[in-house]
């Protein structure tokens, strides 16, 4: 017989130390005996960075901030430390050591011992040296394989927490509305639904690690006009409810999600910090969000600087707490003296700063900083010797086999076969001719957010930390037996053209060339993609399309292969090129995953997650456009793209057959059941993606022509065959009507059923009777898929 012992309660610890209270109660109990100083000082991050011998961290400066000093802020207290990881190239083990060393001077600092929160950025992987270089969001999206997206961000989550980091800076749910904006490569592609369910997925993986995840960027910045970084958002009500928001709400409904990041941009002149219908009335009082809200790096100063709407920093911070802001990054500015003495004035009532405090400390106290046990040493350090910091050197391992091959699967399941003449998989050519700026370019498969290419650059002494192997090497290995001759022809954005004779000489010498086009990753214009490297046109990058025309001429088959961050117009490659094989920034398993694609090692099973478009102009344009957003004959611009959402194509072949629908008429409060038959009929495996989408002929307010409601990967063996079924709700046909409130109508709808929306195999008509009906925030988002094998005979 054994005894249940209840944990004792010390009688003298305070009642916030209590872990039998709820988080709400602790944090009351604590703000109750904190002082107006103590309070705000929860409310800002102090961005530091950790030190390469293992001492404590040290504050960063940054281009845009004074130098802040640790020292006077601490006995006061600090509620988060930013990146101590991620602003310099450090030793994960010694990094984790230095951020052991200043959470315990923190907590000895301050009368209550409270340690800070660490975050750091996480968009493709935990962003420090040596981690996974994961694929960027876009790739996500091209999976069409939310399980997967979770598997990676659990293991990302696993790793911030092993080193003492606590909150992940990811995933950015902002739908691409314009191609041209920098920082598509950062989103997860240009439909709500898909962006909110992958979205959504990486968020569960993230939190089931412990992870604080963040949901960015709250909301509308990839509106901004002409896809220009922070430029003002000019989109209507409906759009931003029916295009923009449901990913998040998506996110908020099902994913346990404990942080949200407002956005830059301001929309109809309403900037996203200081909107409170948005943080506080929707956010929070309608879709019940009980998290935090931080600020954008340096947003809450930016209603002085750039928007406007204040003029003094204690303005900005009432505005940006009155909306609903309750921390302020990257670092202390407006939150410190601005609001202290805002609030000594009478302009900022202290019941704001008490309602920041306490969603922060709750947080706290859900991840165990409260509690008086709290131990700094986290659980990659745990029982080593930490007075030797020489020993702990390389003794944390933050890409490992099991990430590495978690980063190639997504990287295979993500590279979309755009066009093929029959050329691809490659068969054991004897000289292929490896040609384009990215053939020998090792951060051709990083996005802007990686380490190497977002910190890693400024550090060209610090070796990369992975391993990243060039689409060369990859293909040398993957065609062991071929000769391989490579030249760049051009470089990415620059204007030369002397080396694209050359590389076509090279090319008619060969049996097959492999073109690698594409972006290089950047900030703030040192790049062709990412955040502040926005386009003026579609147009590939620099002289790229000029290499490409000549090596169509050559008379040798041509093989697109593209590593980038957004969409290009490929001109006449779209007609003549041999194939296409389309990457998105693949992360650092990703040149394999290409040479497995070409070589046929590796099924193609991506599907685009933005169009690719006909030509360079004419955006903003995605596929979610209402009939006078399609070619029409009232404008000379055709928007038609030249390969269209959700498009891909395999190794085989599919055959859709046997469509069977319960019933062609339900209540607008109903559900229609269908069910249908996919086979493979080539000879070798390969993965359909199975996509439903819904078009609404006739509707109280405009609509898009169709749109994504539910799509499902159904994996065959050659000659296999599976029954897919499907239960969809009507609520899935709703839509913001003109009185702002979402409806489902009466009348008919169209279900389209295919690989692509452009390949509608299946249709279904059917009829919504019964009235219209409001719809709120419960209700259902999501198709019901099934997917059963059938036998050789069909059963």
């Known amino acids: 017989m054994t005894d249940t012992v209840a944990e004792e309660k010390d009688p003298a610890a305070p009642a916030w130390r209590d872990r039998t209270l709820a988080p709400a109660a602790r944090a009351d109990a604590l703000i109750a005996e904190m002082t107006l100083r103590e309070k705000v000082a929860q409310l800002f991050g102090v961005w530091v960075g950790a030190s390469a011998e293992g001492g404590e961290v040290a504050p960063y400066q940054h281009e845009m901030e004074e130098r802040t000093e640790l020292e006077p802020l601490l006995p006061h207290g600090l509620g988060q430390l930013t990146r101590p990881f991620g602003t310099a190239p450090v030793d994960p083990a010694l990094g984790a050591l230095s951020l052991l ?83 598509v490569e950062e989103t997860i592609g240009e439909d709500p639904y898909l962006v909110g369910t992958v979205g959504t997925a990486y968020v569960q993986g993230l939190e089931s690690a412990g992870v604080v995840a963040t949901l960015k960027h709250f909301a509308g910045y990839s509106a901004s006009r002409a896809g220009r970084n922070l430029a003002p958002v000019g989109m209507g009500t409906r759009e931003r409810a029916d295009v923009i928001l449901p990913p998040f709400e998506m996110a908020i409904r099902e994913s346990g999600v404990r942080s949200v990041m407002h956005a830059y941009t301001d929309t109809d002149g309403v900037p996203a910090a200081a909107d409170e219908r948005l943080l506080t009335g929707l956010l929070r009082d309608t879709w019940g969000f009980t998290g935090t809200v931080v600020a954008d790096y340096f947003g809450i100063t930016f209603l002085k600087t750039l928007h406007g709407v204040a003029g003094t920093l204690g303005e900005a911070a009432g505005a940006a707490l009155a909306a609903g802001v309750d921390v302020e990054l990257p670092t202390v500015k407006a939150f410190g003296e601005p609001l202290l003495t805002a609030v000594a004035d009478g302009e900022v009532p202290e019941a704001l700063i008490d309602r920041a405090v306490r969603r922060v400390l709750v947080q706290k106290a859900q991840l165990g900083l409260l509690d008086d046990d709290w131990d700094a040493v986290p659980e990659a350090l745990a029982g080593a010797d930490l007075t030797d910091p020489r020993a702990l050197r390389g003794s944390v391992d933050l890409d490992g086999a099991a990430n590495r091959e978690v980063a190639g699967r997504i990287a295979e399941q993500s590279i979309v076969l755009l066009s093929n003449d029959g050329t691809l998989p490659l068969a054991a050519p004897a000289r292929i001719a490896l040609i384009g700026p990215n053939a020998e370019a090792p951060a051709a498969v990083l ?126 490659g779209v007609r003549e090129a041999a194939a296409i094989v389309q990457s998105f920034f693949p992360g650092e398993e990703g040149t394999r995953a290409i040479a497995g694609v070409l070589s046929g090692r590796v099924d193609p099973s991506g599907r685009l997650p933005v169009s690719v478009p006909r030509g360079p102009g004419g955006q903003p344009s995605t596929y979610l456009a209402a009939r006078l957003g399609q070619v029409s004959e009232v404008s000379s611009i055709d928007p038609t793209p030249a390969f269209g959402f959700g498009h891909g194509l395999t190794y085989t072949t599919f055959r859709w057959s046997d469509l069977d629908v319960d019933e062609l008429h339900t209540h607008t409060g109903g559900d229609v059941r269908l069910s249908f038959t996919v086979r493979n009929t080539g000879r070798r495996g390969g993965t359909e993606v199975a996509q439903v989408y819904l078009h609404d002929p006739v509707a109280s307010v405009v609509q898009p022509v169709q749109r994504l409601i539910g799509y499902q990967r ?82």
Do not use: K
Not at 117 to 143: I, M, N, R
Not at 772 to 794: I, Y
């Open 101 to 183: 060393r200043t959470q315990r001077r923190i907590a000895a600092a301050n009368r209550f011992g409270i340690p800070a929160l660490a975050h750091e950025e996480c968009l493709a992987g935990f962003a420090t040296w040596g981690a996974t270089a994961y694929p960027v969001p876009l790739s996500w999206g091209a999976t069409f394989n939310p399980g997967l997206i979770r598997e990676m961000a659990e293991r990302i989550g696993r790793d911030l927490r092993s080193v003492g980091v606590h909150q992940g800076l990811a995933p950015v749910l902002d739908v691409v509305r314009d191609a041209r904006w920098g920082r």
């Open 714 to 795: 159904v994996e065959l063996a050659a000659g296999a065959a599976a029954r897919v079924t499907l239960r969809i709700p009507a609520e899935l046909a709703g839509f913001t009507g003109r009185d702002g409130h979402r409806v489902v109508e009466p009348g008919a709808l169209e279900l389209r059923l295919g690989p692509s929306s452009t390949d509608a195999r299946l249709t279904v008509i059917l009829t919504l009777t019964g009235p219209a009906r409001r719809l709120d925030h419960t209700r259902r988002l999501h198709a019901d898929f099934g997917v059963t094998p059938l036998d050789s005979g069909g059963r």
């Open 447 to 572: 996005g802007c957010y990686a380490f190497p290419v977002h910190v890693g650059v400024r550090h060209p002494e610090v070796p990369v930390g992975i391993e990243l192997p060039t689409l060369r090497e990859a293909l040398a290995a993957e065609f062991a037996g071929s000769e391989i001759v490579t030249a760049a022809g051009t470089d990415i954005d620059g204007s030369a053209t002397g080396g694209i004779a050359e590389a076509t000489a090279l090319a008619r010498t060969a049996d097959v060339v492999v073109l690698a086009l594409g972006d290089r990753a950047g900030l703030f214009g040192r790049g062709t993609s990412g955040e502040g490297c926005d386009a003026e046109s579609l147009a590939l990058p620099g002289v790229q399309q000029d290499l490409l025309d000549a090596l169509l001429d050559a008379g040798v088959p041509v093989v697109v292969t593209l590593l980038a961050g957004r969409p290009y117009a490929l001109g006449r």
